[in-house]
């Protein structure tokens, strides 16, 4: 049976109770974190609170503290609560690593109180804590703070085998943390993607980034806390956050008349929040067609994820709640049946968003109206979540980047150097390598014997050429001298070895040519082709071609011979008979 009243806490209470007795049944099916770590700073002996059992940062096997200078300050009293009680105070920058069993997204909760009469007034420490990726806070102070105590909740995803806690003093000051908690996630609680809104597009990429838990709502229903949710979360009541109060009328049913389907489980939300909503109330207008509207202060320059809970519990049959969503005016969802996605009655049902703040504003809003197309006026909503998003400095308390923060540990400038060193080493390796080969082809090509030549092209103008000599070896080494024509557009090199094995040694008989005698070539014609008028023509000795250059005499100086031997071969190839 559903129960209606106009913000009254006599079926709260009644239901709340019930809740105790029996929402500890198969629902509740329980999660085991495979990472766990519930760390009572400063704290002698194990605390209990809110069920769980805190263990002292001094005596964790898979904790590590590094600090250079830390003390311990306790409280008498028992306010506000026994986690509270005792405190780490630390000077200098001090860390807690975790090992960690599974990578993924983890909880991390700290908890904070400046104990009175510390020795050290706790209520100026600036205080700034990052993981090892990103930074959770960035110079808060409990002057500009509100309550005496506070409790920040995160959710990161850690990807290696272990999670490095930094807490950094200011100005020389101290800082201090009171409890920690580092608990695994379930990976489907937190998805890769969601809507954004305005315009509607997929938005990816969401565990790249972290979280900080600023609003969590259970919509017409009690406080819940961490003993009744699976991740041990705490969600409040909504009624201060509600823009009208009187626009909203709280519904509850038994927790166990909740049917979650396979998509949601209670590490999604427990089912005391499905069980329990805000519904169009008389919010004393003529127009019913009002929206619920909740509204809350943020920072704008950071993009919020948005996760509504609904569940109907209301209707008497499917297809008779059908109303729109909006989130900082915005049209989040239109016309929204849940019957249509649930398939029936009192089954949770949820969508994740990604969001501004409003326009120039801090302030964020989400708002449920009827749709003005259905003859039922009316709209619900069972639960609200609103988490900050990390920035791209991978922040969430200011523009500050963990490397701003954190001076360089060792280790990871000796990884660097041993990168850069590495790199400069190859490099260096590959040059020497390089310059090695060149010099041994260049050494190669000096030593190398001379080889016959391809052919290059023949000079274009017969009168370019300028014949020298090229090298000679002495007659004594019983090697052919090598007689080349010098130019810039020289043809076939041959060696004098090769042209007395083509000639036969210049035998005449191969000459070629003419919620003509050789006497005719010496003594031309006036009218021959091989003369021109008027240039005398010098009677040629013929070549006496049975010396052997190779062979010749062994009378006179090597450089007589060489020079014979060059005489020799400028003798043949001046001589005008052709060849």
């Not at 302030?363 to 990390?390: C, H, Q, R, Y």
Request: hydrophobic fraction near 40%; charged fraction near 15%.
């Amino acid at each position: 049976m559903v129960s209606m009243k106009l913000v009254s806490w006599l079926p709260v209470v009644v239901a709340c109770v019930l809740f105790e007795f029996l929402g500890h049944s198969g629902s509740f099916a329980a999660f085991t974190p495979p990472d766990s770590y519930l760390v009572a700073c400063g704290s002698s002996q194990n605390v209990i609170f809110q069920g769980k059992t805190y263990v002292p940062d001094s005596g964790h096997s898979s904790l590590t503290l590094n600090t250079a200078t830390s003390a311990v300050a306790k409280s008498n009293s028992s306010f506000p609560s026994p986690i509270y009680q005792s405190a780490r105070i630390l000077s200098g920058i001090s860390s807690y690593k975790f090992d960690i069993k599974q990578e993924g997204r983890h909880w991390i909760r700290l908890y904070f109180y400046p104990i009175p009469n510390s020795g050290q007034n706790l209520m100026s420490a600036l205080i700034t804590v990052a993981t090892d990726g990103f930074v959770l806070l960035n110079n808060f102070t409990f002057k500009n703070y509100n309550g005496s105590y506070m409790l920040k909740e995160y959710a990161v995803n850690v990807t290696s085998d272990t999670l490095t806690l930094s807490f950094i003093p200011s100005n020389n000051s101290v800082t201090f943390i009171n409890a920690i908690e580092v608990v695994s996630i379930p990976d489907e609680v937190f998805p890769d993607q969601a809507v954004a809104i305005n315009p509607s597009t997929p938005f990816s990429g969401l565990s790249e980034l972290a979280f900080e838990t600023v609003f969590r709502l259970n919509t017409g229903g009690p406080l819940i806390t961490a003993e009744n949710d699976t991740l041990g979360r705490i969600w409040e009541n909504d009624a201060k956050y509600l823009h009208v109060n009187s626009s909203a009328l709280n519904v509850s049913v038994n927790p166990e008349s909740i049917r979650y389907p396979p998509a949601v489980t209670t590490e999604i939300a427990p089912n005391w929040v499905y069980a329990s909503a805000d519904v169009m109330g008389d919010a004393n207008v003529a127009n019913m067609n009002f929206n619920i509207t909740w509204v809350f202060s943020v920072n704008q320059n950071f993009r919020y994820f948005v996760r509504v809970h609904f569940c109907d519990i209301v209707s008497k049959a499917l297809n008779n709640l059908v109303f729109n969503l909006y989130i900082n005016d915005d049209s989040a969802v239109e016309s929204l049946d849940l019957s249509t996605f649930t398939g029936g009655l009192s089954v949770p049902y949820y969508r994740d968003f990604v969001s501004n703040a409003s326009v120039d504003s801090d302030t964020f809003t989400v708002s449920v109206g009827p749709d003005p197309t259905t003859d039922l006026a009316n709209a619900t909503m069972n639960g609200l979540e609103i988490f900050k998003i990390s920035n791209v400095a991978k922040s969430l308390d200011g523009l500050s980047s963990v490397e701003s923060l954190l001076p360089q540990s060792p280790s990871k400038k000796s990884k660097i150097g041993i990168i850069i060193g590495s790199i400069v080493g190859a490099v260096v390796a590959f040059g020497l390598i390089g310059l090695c080969y060149c010099c041994l082809a260049a050494h190669r090509s000096k030593t190398t014997t001379p080889q016959a030549h391809p052919w290059l092209p023949l000079p274009l103008y017969g009168n370019s050429q300028t014949m020298t000599k090229m090298s000679t070896t002495s007659q004594k080494s019983g090697t052919a001298s090598c007689i080349s024509l010098t130019s810039s557009n020289l043809g076939r090199l041959f060696t004098f070895q090769e042209i007395l094995d083509a000639t036969n040694k210049f035998d005449e008989s191969l000459l070629l040519g003419l919620e003509e005698t050789s006497s005719a070539l010496m003594e031309p014609e006036d009218n021959s082709t091989n003369h021109i008028p008027g240039i005398p023509l010098t009677p040629l000795e013929p070549f006496d071609n049975s010396a052997s250059i190779i062979d010749g005499g062994n009378s006179g100086t090597e450089d007589d011979a060489e020079d014979a031997a060059t005489s020799a071969v400028f003798s043949q190839l001046v001589n005008p008979r052709g060849r």
